[in-house]
């Protein structure tokens, strides 16, 4: 009988090595020491099989590489999101045998990830980032690879996980409603995220179920630098609001730090929320309510989604979890 074709998979169980080790020795790509390199050569040899043949098949086949692409804008890693998704998705790759690789772009700068795919690192590539009209999209359609979005998009041919931000955000409003409170003002970033735009529409259900119109006045939106943010927060202060919603964790404590050197009391004063929650929201004083998301099973479960479109099986991108209101002292 004809002998069975020598695999990744064999020659790294031979060796007491990962399968990206063995990958890595054999196509020359990434980072392995000569000393395993040759070793790695050395095993398909005694086994009859070409180290170039072996090689061809894997440049077929897999590279254990994913990139994991994070907007320049969030490149600091301070928001707990983009930890939280990093970590939860380093953690997964390592149970299936995958190396991440961590690419930052942003804006209509594609070069990061366009130089991973044209020397063929990556197997999939999942994006932290909802943009409609992404150049990154784009780019990844053109070239046929695997990809999966943290968040939503019109397109629902594109891979796709996000938690029911419209939902969670409607709900976190409609509290502060049913409190007492109808002049809410609406402090958050560009529209362009798609995040942005559905706890925007979360904002408006919540007004419109209940037959409210609200206030545009009171809806400051677009504000990506420190100089927007506080010059938003002094305009809608001007309309009188009895609460202020942030559509994120950060741009809540900036306010919460505003309004207390402005003499202002939480929530005697006036009231604060925010439509992401983090430690800093629960750690802070007065604690401040907000929406809870779990940033780390969103991304274990786009890192699954990748891996079953890798692998060829049967997909179900969508929502993936669901969240938790968690009133505190800011809106009691």
Same mark, same amino acid.
């Given at each position: 009988?004809?002998?069975?074709?020598?695999?990744?998979?064999?020659?790294?169980?031979?060796?007491?090595?990962?399968?990206?080790?063995?990958?890595?020795?054999?196509?020359?790509?990434?980072?392995?020491?000569?000393?395993?390199?040759?070793?790695?050569?050395?095993? +398909?040899?005694? #086994?009859?099989?070409?180290?170039?043949?072996?090689?061809?098949?894997?440049?077929?086949?897999?590279?254990?590489?994913?990139?994991?692409?994070?907007?320049?804008?969030?490149?600091?890693?301070?928001?707990?999101?983009?930890?939280?998704?990093?970590?939860?998705?380093?953690?997964?790759?390592?149970?299936?045998?995958?190396? +991440?690789?961590?690419?930052?772009?942003?804006?209509?700068?594609?070069?990061?990830?366009? #130089?991973?795919?044209?020397?063929?690192?990556?197997?999939?590539?999942?994006?932290?980032?909802?943009?409609?009209?992404?150049?990154?999209?784009?780019?990844?359609?053109?070239?046929?690879?695997?990809?999966?979005?943290?968040?939503?998009?019109?397109?629902?041919?594109?891979?796709?996980?996000?938690?029911?931000?419209?939902?969670?955000?409607?709900?976190?409003?409609?509290?502060?409603?049913?409190?007492?409170?109808?002049?809410?003002?609406?402090?958050?970033?560009?529209?362009?995220?798609?995040?942005?735009?559905?706890?925007?529409?979360?904002?408006?259900?919540? #007004?419109?179920?209940?037959?409210?119109?609200?206030?545009?006045?009171?809806?400051?939106?677009?504000?990506?630098?420190?100089?927007?943010?506080?010059?938003?927060?002094?305009?809608?202060?001007?309309?009188?609001?009895?609460?202020?919603?942030?559509?994120?964790?950060?741009?809540?404590? +900036?306010?919460?730090?505003?309004?207390?050197?402005?003499?202002?009391?939480?929530?005697?004063?006036?009231?604060?929320?925010?439509?992401?929650?983090?430690?800093?929201?629960?750690?802070?004083?007065?604690?401040?309510?907000?929406?809870?998301?779990?940033?780390?099973?969103?991304? #274990?479960?786009?890192?699954?989604?990748?891996?079953?479109?890798?692998?060829?099986?049967?997909?179900?991108?969508?929502?993936?979890?669901?969240?938790?209101?968690?009133?505190?002292?800011?809106?009691?």
């Amino acid at each position: 009988m004809a002998q069975q074709p020598l695999t990744i998979s064999d020659v790294a169980e031979a060796l007491g090595m990962s399968k990206t080790t063995v990958s890595r020795a054999i196509s020359g790509k990434g980072r392995v020491s000569e000393q395993t390199r040759t070793r790695v050569q050395a095993y +398909i040899r005694e #086994h009859n099989y070409s180290p170039n043949a072996m090689a061809r098949g894997l440049a077929q086949s897999r590279t254990y590489n994913i990139a994991l692409v994070v907007s320049r804008q969030f490149s600091n890693f301070d928001l707990p999101f983009v930890r939280k998704s990093l970590t939860a998705v380093c953690e997964a790759a390592a149970q299936s045998d995958y190396e +991440i690789i961590l690419t930052i772009a942003g804006g209509n700068n594609t070069l990061p990830l366009r #130089h991973l795919l044209d020397k063929g690192k990556v197997d999939g590539v999942i994006l932290t980032s909802a943009i409609e009209h992404n150049p990154l999209v784009e780019l990844l359609q053109e070239r046929g690879i695997p990809f999966v979005v943290l968040g939503t998009l019109d397109d629902k041919s594109i891979l796709q996980v996000d938690n029911d931000q419209v939902a969670g955000c409607r709900d976190l409003t409609a509290a502060m409603l049913e409190k007492g409170m109808q002049r809410i003002a609406l402090l958050g970033g560009s529209q362009r995220y798609t995040v942005n735009s559905s706890r925007l529409e979360g904002y408006l259900q919540a #007004h419109r179920q209940r037959g409210i119109e609200p206030d545009p006045a009171l809806r400051m939106l677009e504000l990506e630098s420190l100089q927007s943010r506080l010059a938003g927060l002094e305009q809608v202060l001007r309309q009188s609001p009895d609460c202020i919603l942030c559509m994120d964790d950060e741009l809540a404590l +900036i306010v919460l730090r505003q309004l207390k050197a402005k003499g202002l009391r939480v929530p005697q004063d006036i009231r604060l929320a925010a439509m992401y929650d983090s430690e800093d929201l629960e750690k802070c004083e007065p604690s401040i309510t907000a929406v809870r998301f779990d940033a780390e099973q969103l991304a #274990h479960r786009a890192y699954q989604v990748l891996l079953d479109a890798i692998n060829g099986l049967p997909l179900n991108s969508g929502l993936a979890g669901g969240y938790q209101l968690a009133l505190r002292q800011s809106t009691l």
